[in-house]
């Protein structure tokens, strides 16, 4: 006796052996043809899971408030760990808003005039820090215009004249200080969009999250 296995019961195991034997070179060396089970597909699958768990969902359109001359919103702008920002948060109040041509200067200079096919419109804000951190209120001094057809643009920000000619604040809100918690400041914010045309401005954070609308030559 040799000690092999014989009949069908030996070749049974020996099968058995090599099946198992088989099976462990392949997982060591993750095959050479067809797709290995592996540790990559699971760690993708992580991966992908991970992302729809992080990422950061965008509010609709008719999530954002419309801001209407006299009205108020909170405005909250999440803070970054990584970079170490706090999160901040102000009560946004549109003071003023003006639609005009034409700016007067003052006495000894000329009105500010819109190009052909442009308006400028004028928002005053107040902004009251409600939150425990400095509140940056650039994202409130540019915005994205889009009229009622689906066109949009970027509204770009006129500084070649101000908005006390029409009534509001002479200050722009870019230039006034940041407030700290507790603070207000108030400004202007003088922007140029397409003349003649329903739309509405919406302002954002830097992130590109709608903070608020306001609208632009309301239809009749």
């Known amino acids: 006796m040799n000690g092999r296995p014989r009949g069908p019961r030996g070749r049974a195991l020996s099968a058995a ?21 592996g540790p990559s597909r699971s760690a ?28 108020s919103t909170t405005v909250r702008i999440p803070g970054d760990d990584t970079l170490g920002e706090p999160a901040t948060e102000a009560e946004v109040t549109l003071t003023g808003l003006k639609q005009a041509d034409r700016l007067p200067q003052g006495e000894y200079l000329d009105p500010e005039t819109a190009e052909p096919g442009t308006t400028f419109v004028c928002l ?3 902004v009251e820090n409600t939150g425990g951190a400095e509140f940056d209120t650039a994202p409130l001094t540019r915005a994205r215009w889009t009229g009622e057809d ?23 809100l870019l230039n006034e ?41 309301p239809a009749p």
């Open 17 to 37: 052996v090599a099946a198992a034997a088989l099976a462990a070179v392949s997982a060591g060396c993750g095959g050479s043809g067809g797709d290995a089970p």
């Open 44 to 71: 993708g699958a992580a991966a992908q899971e991970a992302g729809a768990r992080t990422a950061t969902p965008t509010a609709s359109r008719d999530d954002v408030p419309v801001l209407a001359e006299g009205e």
């Open 124 to 126: 005053e804000f107040k």
């Open 150 to 172: 689906g066109e949009t643009t970027t509204a770009d920000q006129h500084i070649g004249g101000d908005c006390e000619g029409v009534g509001l604040e002479k200050e722009f």
């Open 177 to 217: 200080a940041e407030p700290r918690p507790g603070e207000f400041v108030r400004g202007t914010t003088l922007l140029v969009v397409p003349d003649g045309r329903p739309g509405t401005l919406e302002f954002a954070d830097d992130a590109e999250r709608p903070l608020f609308r306001v609208e632009t030559n």
